[in-house]
Structure formats: C-alpha cells, structure tokens
C-alpha cells in the first residue's frame, strides 16, 4: 500500500509543477489553489509512505515519478519540445530510480 501511495504522490508532485507553470506567478486562481492542494496531499503522500519505505528509494522515486510525469506533460500538453535526448533523459532517470529500487538501498 505505501508503494502505490508514494506513486500516486509522485504523480501529485507533476501535478503541483505544472500547476504552478499554470498559475502564471499564483496569478491565476484556479491553477494557484490547484497547486497548493497538490502540494500538500503530494507532500503528506511521501511523509506517510517513508513510514514504511525507506528514504533514500522513497524519494528517488517520488522525484523521479514527478519529474518524469512533468517532463511528458510538458512535451506533450506544453510546447516543451520533444528530442531524443529527452527521451534518453526520461529513461534514464527511471532506470535510476528502478536500480535504487533493485539495489536495496536504504535495507
């Protein structure tokens, strides 16, 4: 369960990113208040699931969920630009993240 809450969080994290693209400097309301509920539950998420999963893969994987959920919605939804090295990039960061995981780290 804690594993199926850090991801969730981690989505929640590319959620308060983009959010906060979006609010145009917590300008905008709507996105502000998006980012902010994000933020927290993303938060509280990972707080909760370093109960159980230890720190070092807990938040690998958080930030490597959020970033690479930000990064793709970013090529896709955002106008970011799309190139193979992002591609390389995004893989990478997962692989890192699996390999933490696979490694034992933090046990």
Not at 1 to 28: C, D, H, P, Q, Y
């Amino acid at each position: 369960m804690a594993w199926l809450v850090l991801v969730g969080s981690g989505f929640l994290e590319a959620g308060w990113a983009i959010s906060l693209k979006l609010s145009n400097g917590f300008t905008r309301l709507v996105p502000s208040v998006v980012f902010a509920v994000c933020a927290v539950a993303s938060l509280g998420g990972l707080a909760w699931a370093m109960k159980q999963i230890p720190v070092g893969p807990a938040y690998a994987a958080w930030t490597g969920i959020g970033a690479s959920a930000t990064a793709v919605i970013g090529m896709v939804f955002l106008g970011d630009g799309f190139s193979v090295l992002k591609l390389v990039s995004l893989v990478l960061i997962i692989a890192g993240v699996v390999g933490l995981n696979l490694s034992g780290a933090g046990h």
